[in-house]
T-cell receptor, first 109, second 115 residues
Framework: KNEVEQSPQNLTAQEGEFITINCSYS?????LHWLQQHPGGGIVSLFM???GKKKHGRLIATINIQEKHSSLHITASHPRDSAVYIC???????????FGQGTRLTINP | NAGVTQTPKFRILKIGQSMTLQCAQD?????MYWYRQDPGMGLKLIYY???????DKGEVPNGYNVSRSTTEYFPLRLELAAPSQTSVYFC??????????????FGEGSRLTVL
């Protein structure tokens, strides 16, 4: 079983819908990253969080350390949000990341 | 700042050849990483470094070597290329691994094919 599991693996929605992508992990962590990978392949960091909630524009990321769970929400989704969203955790005491397999999001106009 | 710069972007190798993927960052980041991404799979850590002169193995280090003689550069060497090393390689860096300033910056990726 992977240390980091994302769900769903694939998600298709209509423009304007509220999107939730989930990330669960089984190890102690010091922080968690949400990343976005566009079809061209480039990877961009969206959030790094170790507690609570962060918001940037239409994107919101939350983390519950006790439940070992994080969510990424997109409000008023748009076709340009279509990408692979990746959750990655920094394992406590280790300076390296473990990645989820990614969630492929497609927003149709 | 140029951020994280990787070269080459594309390369085709024959089995048994060797090559070096270059990675440079101009943000004075301590932490640098090399990942590979196979089709439909998550990123796997090959090697990482927490500072100049310090490197450590990740999940999939076999067939690769790294060095970190300066803060800026973190080259990845492939010795005796094999078809299993066909992948997209990403270099990344961060200032700190665990603090709130540990935002990750990625290079654009290097697509390597071994035939």
């Amino acid at each position: 079983k992977n240390e980091v599991e994302q769900s769903p693996q694939n998600l298709t929605a209509q423009e304007g819908e509220f999107i939730t992508i989930n990330c669960s992990y089984s190890v102690g962590i010091s922080a968690l990253h949400w990343l976005q990978q566009h079809p061209g392949g480039g990877i961009v960091s969206l959030f790094m969080l170790s507690s609570g909630k962060k918001k940037h524009g239409r994107l919101i990321a939350t983390i519950n350390i006790q439940e070992k769970h994080s969510s990424l929400h997109i409000t008023a989704s748009h076709p340009r949000d279509s990408a692979v969203y990746i959750c990655a955790v920094i394992i406590q005491g280790a300076q390296k990341l473990v990645f989820g397999q990614g969630t492929r999001l497609t927003i149709n106009p | 700042n140029a951020g994280v710069t990787q070269t080459p972007k594309f390369r085709i190798l024959k089995i048994g050849q060797s090559m070096t993927l270059q990675c440079a960052q101009d943000m004075n980041h301590n932490y640098m990483y090399w990942y590979r991404q196979d089709p439909g799979m998550g990123l796997k850590l090959i090697y990482y470094s927490v500072g100049a002169g310090i490197t450590d193995k990740g999940e999939v280090p076999n067939g690769y070597n790294v060095s970190r003689s300066t803060t800026e550069y973190f080259p990845l060497r492939l010795e005796l290329a094999a078809p299993s090393q066909t992948s997209v390689y990403f270099c990344a860096s961060s200032y700190a691994g665990t603090s709130d300033t540990g935002e990750l910056f990625f290079g654009e990726g290097s697509r390597l094919t071994v035939l």
